[in-house]
């Protein structure tokens, strides 16, 4: 891997008062931007988002173990900002009875002010952001609604949430007890659906999901005579997708889903079925933190998906993976590149992507945000050639948090310009931090 990174200053810093443990900007309103928080009860000790004494057993190269983690008492809030120029002001806070562990807005059109959390006592809670241009003076989120998996008590955390693409109303849940649930939802967000039991299990706590968009309608399943269709009103469909996460076993899994549904008017007909067994994937030295995937033009030609990770052992690495209903349920996985980001990754935004080169018509670039727990935040550059080769690079480095940056953003930018707006956090410190970076657009 190359380095020819770069320090970052930041703009702005501002003290927030409980520990960030996630942020998000919304994408309907993009100069704002949530952050979640973590407290535990003081008489417990000073600890982070996911157990007790986490920078002793992270250093050891430990992981915290359901004992360590269930069964306390924790609150939060989520709080939100307005960035303004080369600053931010704080605009409102949310008091609520749990911790908050991850959040996120809804991609799907239309519905960009739609975001949800997940919590320390085993909820998704629902939620409308206002529009700030229609507000009076008070300026408050709107409770949609609370969900619950059938089975699992508030002793269980909910660690890490998706929603679907362009699926509204599914959502995908990893918990403490390793995990991984796929959920239908009705229009007022309570459960319609889902398999009986988690979709995958961990063999220890779940950390992280994500879900591929719907396949296109040419994509068959191997064996089956079933074609493919996106979930249309009055039609017989079996739309597929593919769900992957990432464990404290070390290991990324991912299967293929389908939703079948017969005669409805709208995607909460759907069951969703299981076509083939879970898939596990090594090459990875400690949990599992972080995925993206990038399916499209780099990976056609092969019809594999790009999949990146992050990881406690301080690495990113890329994938090529072809999904279950183009293998009849066999692993064809090929690791494309690694590199040592010099910290534990545990989350990963995408920052841009051009899936061809604009000089020569072949070649992708993608730009990740990394957040690197005890090493800050890096902005890295991924270069690449269909699903057969890759490189790394390091561009910049913003390293001015003093405990684990745990959660950062990149503000949505409809023009798509070379500087972009960012926002990191950290735990220990209670900071919070605005940065700007300019990399190459070519």
């Not at 023009?415 to 410190?429: H, I, M, N, P, W």
Request: charged fraction near 20%.
């Amino acid at each position: 891997m190359e380095d020819a990174s770069r320090i970052i200053s930041s703009a702005c810093q501002r003290d927030i008062e409980l520990p960030p443990s996630c942020l998000e900007f919304c994408p309907a309103f993009p100069s704002y931007f949530l952050v979640g928080t973590y407290h535990l009860q003081k008489d417990e000790g000073s600890l982070g988002p996911l157990g007790s004494d986490e920078e002793n057993y992270r250093a050891e190269g430990g992981s915290p173990r359901q004992s360590s983690f269930e069964g306390q008492k924790r609150t939060g809030s989520i709080v939100i900002y307005q960035v303004v120029d080369d600053s931010f002001i704080h605009i409102h806070t949310e008091l609520r009875p749990s911790a908050i562990l991850d959040l996120h807005f809804q991609p799907a059109s239309g519905q960009q002010n739609i975001f949800g959390t997940v919590s320390s006592t085993g909820t998704l809670d629902i939620f409308r952001f206002p529009d700030p241009f229609a507000c009076s003076r008070i300026f408050e989120i709107t409770h949609l609604g609370t969900v619950r998996i059938p089975g699992l008590g508030e002793e269980v955390l909910f660690l890490s949430f998706a929603w679907h693409p362009s699926l509204s109303r599914t959502v995908a849940i990893t918990t403490s007890r390793g995990g991984v649930h796929v959920l239908k939802l009705s229009k007022d967000y309570r459960v319609i659906s889902e398999p009986s039991g988690p979709v995958i299990t961990h063999s220890l706590e779940a950390w992280c999901v994500v879900m591929s968009d719907i396949k296109p309608p040419s994509e068959h399943i191997v064996g089956s005579d079933t074609k493919h269709e996106d979930v249309k009103p009055g039609n017989s469909c079996a739309a597929q997708f593919d769900v992957l996460s990432g464990g404290d076993d070390s290991t990324l899994r991912y299967l293929t889903c389908q939703l079948q549904c017969e005669g409805e008017d709208d995607e909460s007909c759907a069951q969703v079925k299981l076509p083939f067994e879970p898939v596990t994937v090594g090459r990875h030295y400690a949990g599992v933190t972080a995925i993206l995937s990038l399916p499209g033009e780099p990976a056609q030609s092969s019809h594999s998906d790009l999949v990146i990770t992050g990881s406690y052992d301080d690495h990113i690495r890329v994938f090529s993976i072809t999904p279950l209903h183009r293998t009849g349920g066999y692993k064809r996985v090929k690791m494309l590149a690694e590199a040592n980001l010099g910290g534990g990754v545990w989350r990963l935004r995408l920052v841009r992507g051009n899936t061809t080169n604009s000089d020569t018509g072949t070649g992708w670039r993608v730009l990740l945000l990394a957040s690197c727990m005890h090493a800050g935040a890096r902005i890295v550059e991924l270069r690449g050639s269909g699903c057969e080769s890759c490189t790394i690079q390091v561009l910049g480095r913003f390293e001015e948090h003093k405990s684990m940056n745990y959660a950062s953003d990149v503000q949505p930018d409809n023009a798509s310009g070379a500087q972009r707006t960012y926002v990191s956090s950290s735990f220990y410190d209670q900071l919070i931090c605005l940065w700007r970076f300019e990399a190459p657009l070519n």
